[in-house]
């Protein structure tokens, strides 16, 4: 999949130049253990498809995604490439991870520190920038910094506070330094960032979690209309719900399956049947349709799911469809399908 570029910064906002990103979830052994071959053989096959742009972050496996991300990419052109990466949690060595808990399989001599100051995120990027073996980074998101990290000590919006005087304007001068292209968050919820876009100069958001065909009217109704005033894209991640709406067995990273969730997908599932659509591809479709939509993330664990993924994204969908789709109240009358 060859995918075509854009106008790398439009009104002084950045535009990422490709349209689809290959998640650092999966690599960095959330879900289940992946070897370091399996993973070479992941991104291979991400690369031969035609994807150009990745997402990791020091969080995923602690340490592990990034480095295999820089294990394959160090001997790839680096202009030929966007990488984004995260800032908030910063990995101190120690011999006893006292979250190692988090990411069992990943085997990381880590612990985490939340931590959104100025000298923090510049420590993080620096460190990220030596996992990764290149000298910068396309995009920085401030990761988690949301009322749903169960792991913050204290209120979030304490936190935010911090970043408002610490992690925001010290990844403006980071951008100034040409040591980032953009920045803004990565998170789960809107609160984070419909209130940053008051605070500060973002580029570009994470949008997780937020936009798909289980949940997506806060987003469409909320988020949009703001960003849109901010000239602002969002990158669209988890469209399949931490892969809930391909027939995992959880929902949004967690076990809890809300039970109108499970029978909508089944809903969702029996129409994609009756048109012969795979629900995966039309989820993936749905997330790449809004015109504040900048690329559609989503993670892999194996060479074939990333090369049916991209595979997905040139699927044509009838109408029909997603017109039954709205007449069954499935998704909303106002959500773009074009």
């Given amino acids: 999949m060859k995918q075509e570029k854009t106008a790398s910064t439009t009104s002084g906002h950045y535009r990422l130049p490709y349209h689809f990103g290959l998640g650092g979830v999966p690599i960095g ?49 680096r202009s030929e490439y966007v990488i984004s990466s995260k800032v908030g949690k910063l990995l101190k060595a120690s011999k006893k991870a006292i ?12 612990m985490v520190e939340f931590n959104y100051s100025a000298a923090a995120v510049r420590r993080s990027i620096e460190d990220s920038l030596q996992r990764l073996g290149i000298d910068s980074l396309d995009i920085v998101f401030v990761h988690d910094l949301s009322p749903d990290n169960k792991y913050l000590e204290g209120a979030w919006l304490g936190h935010f506070e911090i970043a408002t005087q610490g992690a925001f304007p010290e990844l403006t001068r980071m951008r100034e330094e040409g040591l980032i292209k953009a920045w803004g968050l990565g998170v789960n919820r809107p609160e984070p960032i419909l209130a940053t876009m008051e605070v500060a100069d973002p580029d570009i958001f994470l949008l997780a979690s937020q936009y798909s065909l289980i949940d997506h009217e806060y987003a469409l109704k909320n988020i949009f209309p703001a960003v849109r005033k901010k000239n602002i894209r969002l990158v669209m991640g988890s469209a399949l719900n931490a892969g809930f709406i391909s027939g995992s067995n959880r929902y949004n990273y967690g076990r809890e399956m809300p039970n109108e969730f499970i029978a909508k997908r089944d809903h969702l599932a029996a129409i ?41 994204m040139k699927v044509k969908i009838p109408a029909d469809f997603w017109a039954d789709l709205k007449a069954e109240k499935l998704i909303s009358e106002e959500a773009p399908v074009k």
């Fill in 272 to 312: 994609a049947n009756a048109y012969d659509v795979d629900l995966r591809t039309a989820a993936l479709q749905f997330a790449a349709m809004p015109d504040v939509s900048a690329a559609v993330l989503c993670g892999a664990r194996t060479a074939q799911q990333i090369t049916e993924d991209v595979g997905s």
């Fill in 99 to 110: 979250r190692s808990n988090l990411f069992p399989l990943a085997g990381s001599p880590n």
């Fill in 29 to 77: 052994n959330e879900f289940s253990a992946v070897t370091d071959a399996e993973a070479q053989q992941t991104l291979e096959a991400a690369w031969d498809a035609g994807v150009r742009y990745y997402d990791v972050s020091p969080w995923y496996g602690l340490g592990l995604a990034e480095r295999r991300f820089g294990q394959f990419l160090h001997s790839q052109k």
